[in-house]
């Protein structure tokens, strides 16, 4: 069963983050997606795959409830952000950040 962001969040306004997944979505609101499978990365779809087969599979797997929504306990998001904060100390992990106004130190 497909649940909507409304019911995994609690919001109804709440949408898909890819560029801050962690911070947006997991810090905020407590939940990850579990079951992604390896072969498609985890990222927007719009600009990572176009391949038919891939979301098909992708639609499946949400529509059986392999890939799902995940509801994390404290724990096991302390487990996920000390695990996340090695790998961008180690440099395993390039945090987005956003570009710099073009205008950046001249009066307005």
Same mark, same amino acid.
């Given at each position: 069963m497909l649940l909507s962001s409304e019911e995994i969040t609690g919001e109804p306004s709440a949408k898909m983050q890819w560029a801050h997944y962690f911070r947006n979505i997991i810090a905020r609101y407590l939940v990850t997606i579990?079951?992604?499978p390896d072969r498609v990365p985890f990222a927007n779809l719009s600009t990572v795959s176009s391949a038919l087969p891939d979301l098909?599979? /992708? /639609?499946?797997?949400?529509e059986s409830g392999s890939i799902y929504w995940k509801q994390l306990? @404290?724990?096991?998001?302390?487990? /996920?952000r000390c695990e996340r904060d090695g790998k /961008? @100390? #180690?440099g395993e992990l390039v945090e987005h950040t956003r570009r710099s106004r073009s205008d950046k130190g001249?009066? #307005?």
């Open positions: 579990e079951g992604w098909e599979t /992708l /639609l499946r797997m949400w306990s @404290n724990e096991e998001y302390e487990a /996920l /961008l @100390n #180690r001249t009066k #307005r």
